[in-house]
């Protein structure tokens, strides 16, 4: 399940999501996560709502609560507060540096500034992932 997915029921229908996404949006989103886990062995993240200042702190406590830190990679986007933080656990930064994840950084500020979110994301992910190699 990706975040903000809930499980549904046999009897009850899903929920609609609440979000800047639609459902053929959040699919693709899902897919390019799928891929960057299963072509690098790291486990890839997206979070996409408000920050508490400090934008990286918070950022950083959100990935902790990962399944496993030193393996994942967190892309957390503020829309609203045009913020964008990659946080790398100590094994993913071996294999993503800062200088690759800043690049990822610029080309999804440049599609979100195009008013393509969905897409940045994407677009961030299959860098990263194209980055950090087989694993």
């Known amino acids: 399940m990706t975040v903000g ?4 029921g046999p009897e009850t229908p899903p929920e609609v999501l609440d979000g800047p996404f639609s459902t053929r949006q959040l699919l693709r989103i899902d897919e390019a996560l799928r891929l960057a886990d299963q072509g690098t062995g790291l486990v890839f993240s997206v979070y996409v709502g408000g920050l508490d200042e400090p934008i990286r702190d918070h950022a950083q406590r959100l990935h902790r609560q990962l399944a496993d830190p030193d393996r994942s990679v967190l892309i957390a986007v503020s829309p609203n ?4 933080e990659i946080v790398t656990g100590r094994h993913a930064r071996k294999r993503i ?3 690759y994840a800043r690049l990822a950084a610029l080309s999804m500020v440049a599609a979100f500034g195009g008013g393509d979110l969905a897409g940045g994301i994407i677009n961030g992910l299959d860098q990263l992932a194209s980055h950090a190699g087989k694993g």
Do not use: N
């Not at 507060?81 to 964008?84: D, E, M, P, S, W």
């Open 5 to 8: 997915e809930k499980q549904a």
């Open 97 to 99: 540096p800062d200088t």
């Open 81 to 84: 507060q045009r913020q964008l």
